[in-house]
């Protein structure tokens, strides 16, 4: 059986955390490198939040929107 965890203990340690190690020791030299992937999920939730934004103003200008207190069944 202690065979058995030390082999799960392996597969996690020397290879599904592979990529997080590299990242690791790279922060120690470039640090905007190290953090490409942050940049990257930054920018696609920025996009995500303007278009978001932006069809909220499509369905305001069509008169659509229900801002009301009664909007929701469950709060009237």
Known sequence: M???FEAIQSLFVDFLFWPYDVLRELELTDWWTANFINW?????????????L???????????????????????
């Open 40 to 52: 990257i999920l930054i920018v696609v939730c920025c996009v995500a939040m303007l278009y978001w």
């Open 2 to 4: 202690k065979a058995f």
């Open 54 to 76: 932006k069809q909220l103003n499509v369905f305001k200008k069509n008169n659509e929107d229900e801002d009301g207190t009664t909007a929701h069944s469950f709060l009237g």
